[in-house]
């Protein structure tokens, strides 16, 4: 199907598109709710994430990660300095020696990871992604996660049509170095719809102003991934872990949204209201 795309490469949707990615998104967020009573120490990253794919085959919807440009898994899933596109089922290096309990991919007390899914319903891609701790968290990474939540949120209030995505950048970047975290540069967020990915880079970080304006019809995530140290990351040799520099701690929240007449509509929200649940607990 022939969509118009604006003079910066951006395709703009119709109210019939917008129908497509409300399915799609309400189905990234209900694994996201399922999921997280799985949480818990003992349980393995790979264990998850054959849940995380049974609940989207059984819900009539592909896992758009596996396969994809070799991507192993339907979900990703990213512990503590892992910053993103954490391997499910794979050791994750230890940041430091006295960390090294983890002999495997099971999840230990007091750590924190993101959960990753992009599901495709009737050709549309739904990708969300929330934070969960496993027992308990330190006060640090606590707060870590709190900030990150909020700055998405920040990010979100500036999608709206007549601004730019400068803006969005601009209002993440600005309340996580006011709570002394960095924003991470290498990984951004993405135009999305009836592909996975697709222009424009939504980047975490920018100037107010600055960059492609934001219209009607625009489909794309708002994915900041903020660290508690540098905002420096590696990858690893598996060519898809990336993890800080550093080895101190990561955390990302990610939302699809829809620009509409006044502001966004945010495809994956919890239809059993635990995007934030996390912090509550
Ligand atoms: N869901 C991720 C995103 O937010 C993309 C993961 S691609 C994968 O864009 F291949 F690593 F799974
Ligand atoms: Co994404
Ligand atoms: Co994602």
New binding site residues.
């Given amino acids: 199907m022939k969509r118009p795309i604006n003079k910066n490469g951006i395709t703009i949707h119709s109210a019939a598109d917008f129908e497509g990615m409300r399915k799609a998104g309400k189905l990234a967020a209900e694994i996201l709710d399922m999921i997280g009573e799985y949480v818990r120490p003992g349980v393995t990253t790979g264990e998850l994430d054959q849940i995380c794919h049974d609940f989207m085959i059984a819900n009539n919807s592909v896992p ?2 596996l396969g ?2 070799g ?1 192993p ?1 339907s979900s ?1 899933i990213s512990l503590n300095h892992v910053v ?2 954490g391997i499910p089922g794979e050791k994750i290096p230890s940041a430091t020696s006295k960390n090294s309990k983890r002999k495997d991919d099971t999840i230990i007390d007091g750590d924190i990871l993101n959960i ?3 599901c495709i319903v009737d050709g549309w891609y739904g ?1 969300n ?1 929330r934070m969960y701790v496993a027992g308990k968290a330190k006060p640090y990474a606590k707060r870590l996660i709190q900030v990150t939540h909020d700055a998405l949120m920040l990010g979100i209030e500036q999608a709206k049509p007549g601004n730019t995505f400068g803006d969005i950048g601009a209002a993440i970047s600005e309340y996580a170095h006011k709570h002394n975290l960095s924003v991470v540069r290498d990984f951004c ?2 135009g999305i719809g009836a592909v ?2 697709s222009a424009p880079n939504v980047v975490h970080f920018g100037r107010w102003g600055k960059g492609p304006v934001i219209e009607e019809g625009m489909f794309f ?1 708002i ?1 900041p991934m903020l660290n508690l140290g540098k905002y420096d990351c590696e990858v690893l040799a598996d060519n ?1 872990t990336a993890i800080t520099v550093d080895r101190k701690l990561s955390a990302q929240f ?1 939302h699809t949204i829809g620009i509409t007449e006044n502001g966004a509509e945010i495809f994956t929200e919890s239809p059993k209201g635990l995007f934030d649940q996390v912090l509550k607990s």
């Fill in positions: 758009a990660t994809y440009r991507y898994k990703c993103c596109h990753d899914v992009t990708d992604s967020g993405h996975f990915h995530t994915e898809w990610e």
